[in-house]
């Protein structure tokens, strides 16, 4: 436990205190604090999260709760599939997400003739709401059954044996653990939405965010003071959600004493079953369109063959708009970075899933602690961890060592909790056999505990790897032109005229990607068996 607990704190939580504190107590810091306060575009980026992460988050609930309660407490078939389906949207790359919505419902989209979303002035305002409730809807969804599942099942069946009415059991059994899981996507939406930065930096620049303020202030204007200023600003903005959630989190853990959930039947006549097969629909439908759209945009351009924006991807052109890294290169960048903060995500949780079986409270507070980094802004930890990092390093030729470090920073929650799943069902009786057969304690653990966690194992590297695939708001501030990543060329590319590229790049990405995530799929389904 304690080398997870202190790769956090070394490469979390100290270089984003001593970053935002710097910040504050930087000589000059009372004018550079003045003029944040007081500049317009400040203001309005604070009001863009706002707007945007909240209703970003109305609209992922609406559509989110009712499927939820479907798929959490239904006897639907394929349930435990779907749910797992769920996962793919949220763990797609972002950028191939707004492309993808760009693509679909843009000017020049596939179903701009027949749906014109995007072609008012409040085109790419929806746009990003779009892509936000795309991205984060599964959120809702997965946790509100998750509230199913914590469901007193003995008070339900006993209150629907005496009589009382759907309504009432919902009001007083069932539906509040689902409120909490509901409550808890919907503000993990608003944190995600509200600090967005794919995108506003692709919908428009007039609906920039605080993280896209701040990576403008640092990057593009080269005023760090102010953009650490600002980027104080967004911490404490982001404390009241950050914190509720976390409450909720804790309030929502798992508690003995239940019998497990059994899903109710289908009926017809439920208005729960109605609405909530609709959503999915709805649901199953957005997502699918938007994959399905950036891999059919890779073959249709307007002039060539169906093959030229792949040839353009891996040929001289692209290599040139990237600096001379070509997209061979930037694919391996992406595996190797991708697949290292994997094997640290696994190296540093696999001991820490070991030490907390047995321990819910202990598990709680430490999923809480893990998370902290991935609520505080992605952006802001690859500021703090280039400001107090990059003294140490010796130059750009070791930088892809803070991106893989972030990137593993990112999918620690997410492979811990992958690793606890198989220890739950884990008996002791197989290991303290060995040991009577005199095998020693070490031999006990690598010959039979570890082949019965091997499901748990691939599933925490999968769901770390995958999200280092993706990453793209840390990289992109980190990464030099020979550590470039897919991501950081599918954002590069169109500034160099070669959209039709950046199209084909996405499409790429989304392949590489959905290969990961089968696996991830596929490995978890067999780990059940």
Not at 27 to 38: E, I, L, M, R
Not at 226 to 239: D, E, K, T
Not at 352 to 365: D, I, T
Request: hydrophobic share 55%; net charge positive; glycine share 10%.
């Amino acid at each position: 436990m304690l080398p997870l607990v202190g790769f956090v704190v070394i490469f979390g939580f100290v270089p984003v205190a001593v970053y935002l504190i710097g910040a504050a107590m930087a000589p000059g810091a009372g004018a550079t604090w003045s003029s944040v306060v007081a500049d317009p575009l400040n203001r309005e980026a604070l009001e863009n999260s706002i707007t945007q992460g909240g209703a970003s988050a109305a609209v992922a609930l609406g559509l989110g709760y009712p499927v939820g309660i479907f798929l959490g407490r239904y006897a639907v078939p394929g349930r435990e599939m779907a749910r797992a389906l769920l996962l793919v949207p949220f763990l797609l790359p972002s950028l191939v997400m707004v492309e993808g919505v760009r693509e679909l419902f843009g000017p020049s989209g596939v179903a701009a003739p027949y749906v014109p979303l995007l072609a008012g002035p409040w085109g790419g305002w929806v746009g990003i709401i779009v892509v936000n409730v795309a991205f984060n809807t599964p959120m809702v969804v997965l946790f509100t059954a998750a509230g199913c599942d914590r469901s007193y099942v003995e008070l339900d069946e006993g209150l629907a044996t005496l009589g009382a009415s759907p309504r009432r059991r919902y009001r007083e059994v069932w539906g509040p653990p689902t409120w909490v899981g509901a409550a808890q996507g919907a503000l993990l939406t608003f944190l995600f939405s509200a600090m967005g930065f794919a995108a506003p930096l692709l919908f428009g620049p007039q609906y920039f965010t605080l993280e896209a303020r701040i990576y403008s202030l640092q990057v593009v204007y080269l005023e760090p003071q102010r953009a650490a200023a600002l980027a104080l600003i967004a911490v404490a903005f982001l404390a009241i959600p950050t914190v509720a959630y976390l409450a909720l989190r804790r309030s929502s853990a798992p508690r003995g004493g239940r019998r497990p959930f059994r899903p109710v039947p289908l009926s017809a006549r439920d208005p729960w079953v109605i609405g909530g097969a609709v959503g999915t629909a709805v649901l199953a439908a957005l997502e699918g369109s938007i994959a399905f759209t950036v891999l059919y945009r890779s073959v249709t351009l307007p002039t060539g063959a169906w093959y030229a924006g792949w040839t353009t991807l891996f040929g001289p052109a692209t290599t040139n708009a990237l600096g001379g890294l070509s997209m061979v290169g930037a694919t391996i960048n992406t595996l190797w970075f991708a697949a290292l903060a994997a094997a640290i995500a696994i190296l540093l949780t696999f001991g820490g899933a070991f030490s907390l079986a047995g321990r819910p409270r202990a598990s709680v507070l430490v999923h809480l602690y893990l998370f902290v980094p991935l609520l505080v802004s992605p952006l802001i930890l690859a500021l703090a961890l280039a400001a107090f990092w990059r003294s140490v390093l010796t130059g750009p030729a070791t930088v892809w060592v803070l991106i893989v470090v972030s990137q593993s920073m990112l999918g620690l929650p997410f492979a811990l909790q992958s690793f606890e799943a198989p220890l739950v069902t884990l008996s002791a009786a197989p290991r303290e056999a060995a040991r009577t057969l005199g095998a020693s304690a070490w031999s006990a653990f690598t010959d039979v505990d570890v082949p019965r966690i091997r499901s748990g194992l691939v599933t925490a590297g999968l769901f770390a790897f995958v999200i280092g695939l993706g990453e793209f708001t840390a990289t992109n501030f980190l990464a030099t032109p020979k550590f470039a990543t897919i991501s950081v060329a599918i954002y590069e590319l169109p500034a160099d005229r070669l959209p039709f590229a950046a199209e084909t790049a996405s499409a790429w990405l989304l392949i590489v990607s959905l290969a990961a995530i089968a696996a991830l799929l596929l490995g978890g389904f067999r780990g059940r068996r």
